[in-house]
């Protein structure tokens, strides 16, 4: 059973920056992609970034490109996201999830974690 849990979020004030970390357990494949999303009150789930776990590849929306990297420590099965020049638009819940590659629909995403809140002040 894939299990995934989320940390890092926080309060933080525009132009700050916060680490989002997700620790991935019973996962049998080494090929699969690890995505972040996240969902603000009142907006649809957005995909954020992810990364293949076959190749490292990575993909960002065009919104967050250059400001957040997301990475991978294979040996502590965990997945970052690194976030800079936080914007009041990034408060959202972030979730990281599995799926088949990077370019699947998030649909196609089976395995969630819990959510982790990143609110961003003005």
């Known amino acids: 059973q894939v299990q995934l849990v989320e940390s890092g979020g926080g309060l933080v004030q525009s132009g700050g920056s916060l680490k989002l970390s997700c620790v991935a357990s019973?996962?049998?494949?080494?090929?699969?992609?690890i995505g972040w999303f996240r969902q603000a009150p009142g907006k649809e789930r957005e995909g954020v970034s992810c990364?293949?776990?076959?190749?490292?590849?990575?993909l960002y929306v065009d919104s967050v490109k250059g400001r957040f990297t997301i990475s991978r420590d294979k040996a502590k099965n965990t997945v970052h996201l690194q976030m800079n020049s936080l914007k009041p638009e990034d408060t959202a819940v972030y979730y990281c999830?599995?799926?088949?590659?990077?370019?699947?629909?998030?649909?196609?995403?089976?395995?969630w974690g819990q959510g982790t809140q990143v609110t961003v002040s003005s």
């Open positions: 019973g996962i049998t494949s080494d090929d699969y992609a």
């Open positions: 999830a599995t799926g088949p590659t990077c370019i699947a629909a998030a649909s196609d995403f089976g395995s």
């Open positions: 990364i293949s776990t076959l190749d490292d590849r990575t």
